[in-house]
């Protein structure tokens, strides 16, 4: 296994970890995130994902300013569940949890640039 293969590993176990002793409900979130999110959307958050270039429109940077004005918990939760007609965002209501899209909502929110 490559160093990084092990890396990533230690992090998703360190996430089911976290989320088996109930500690926040943003980790537990960061590991679906990790899973089913980073290819479009980048480990980051920055809408560079290795998919995410050959995608018109582009997924979003969810580290932009812009994005986050005025953007409620209800509003990404829906997209989550819903997902977002005519782009490739994929609704994922029959993939996870009502609990599982609330904790990687929680676990967007640590892409929001401070002041917004
Ligand atoms: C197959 C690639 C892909 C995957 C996987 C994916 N997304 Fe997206 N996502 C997109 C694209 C493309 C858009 C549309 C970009 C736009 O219109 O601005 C988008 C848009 C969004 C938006 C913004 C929607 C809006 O209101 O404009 C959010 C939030 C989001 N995705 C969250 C997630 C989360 C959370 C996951 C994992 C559960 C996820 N995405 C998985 C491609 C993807």
Not at 7 to 18: D, E, N, Q
Request: glycine residues 12%.
């Amino acid at each position: 296994m490559t160093g990084r293969g092990a890396a990533l590993l230690a992090i998703v176990a360190a996430g089911v970890v976290a989320a088996r002793a109930d500690s926040s409900e943003s980790d537990a979130g960061r590991v679906v995130y990790e899973q089913r999110c980073a290819a479009c959307h980048g480990a980051s958050g920055a809408g560079d994902g290795p998919a995410a270039a050959a995608m018109e429109p582009h997924p979003r940077n969810l580290r932009d300013a812009d994005f986050w004005r005025g953007r409620t918990v209800s509003q990404l939760r829906q997209v989550v569940r819903d997902g977002k007609p005519g782009t490739l965002m994929a609704p994922f209501g029959g993939a996870l949890s009502d609990a599982e899209i609330d904790a990687v909502v929680a676990f967007l929110q640590s892409f929001r640039p401070s002041g917004q």
